[in-house]
Nanobody
Framework: QVQLVESGGGLVQPGGSLRLSCAAS????????MGWYRQAPGKQRELVAA???????NYADSEKGRFTISRDNAKNTVYLQMNSLKPEDTAVYYC?????????????????WGQGTQVTVSS
């Protein structure tokens, strides 16, 4: 059993900053990939940023230069620093992780989602 708990969302003015956190807990052997997605009303969920265990990162084009994803492996936590926020960044943000758990001598990798945290950018 694994849980992802997100925090850090809220209301911010255009041009402001927020830092999202997602902490994983439970039966975790390793986490190969961690990412952030977002879903705005009436739109499909889209990738914002991702980071793999080696530290390589990937960003959606619209977020490059404004958002930074990072991870603390010791805390099983992924962060998303969001700067220069725009109204179009308003959405529910979800963390997503590929986590391996061990049962007996076998490892099993599953995909997990956080519950979502609302980010609203408005004056």
């Amino acid at each position: 059993q694994v849980q992802l708990v997100e925090s850090g969302g809220g209301l911010v003015q255009p041009g402001g900053s927020l830092r999202l956190s997602c902490a994983a807990s439970g039966s975790i052997f390793s986490i190969s990939a961690m990412g952030w997605y977002r879903q705005a009303p009436g739109k499909q969920r889209e990738l914002v940023a991702a980071i793999i265990s080696g530290g390589n990162t990937n960003y959606a084009d619209s977020e490059k230069g404004r958002f930074t994803i990072s991870r603390d492996n010791a805390k099983n936590t992924v962060y998303l620093q969001m700067n220069s926020l725009k109204p179009e960044d308003t959405a529910v943000y979800y963390c997503n992780e590929l986590i391996t758990t061990v049962r007996g001598t076998e490892g099993y990798e599953y995909e997990y989602w956080g519950q979502g945290t609302q980010v609203t950018v408005s004056s």
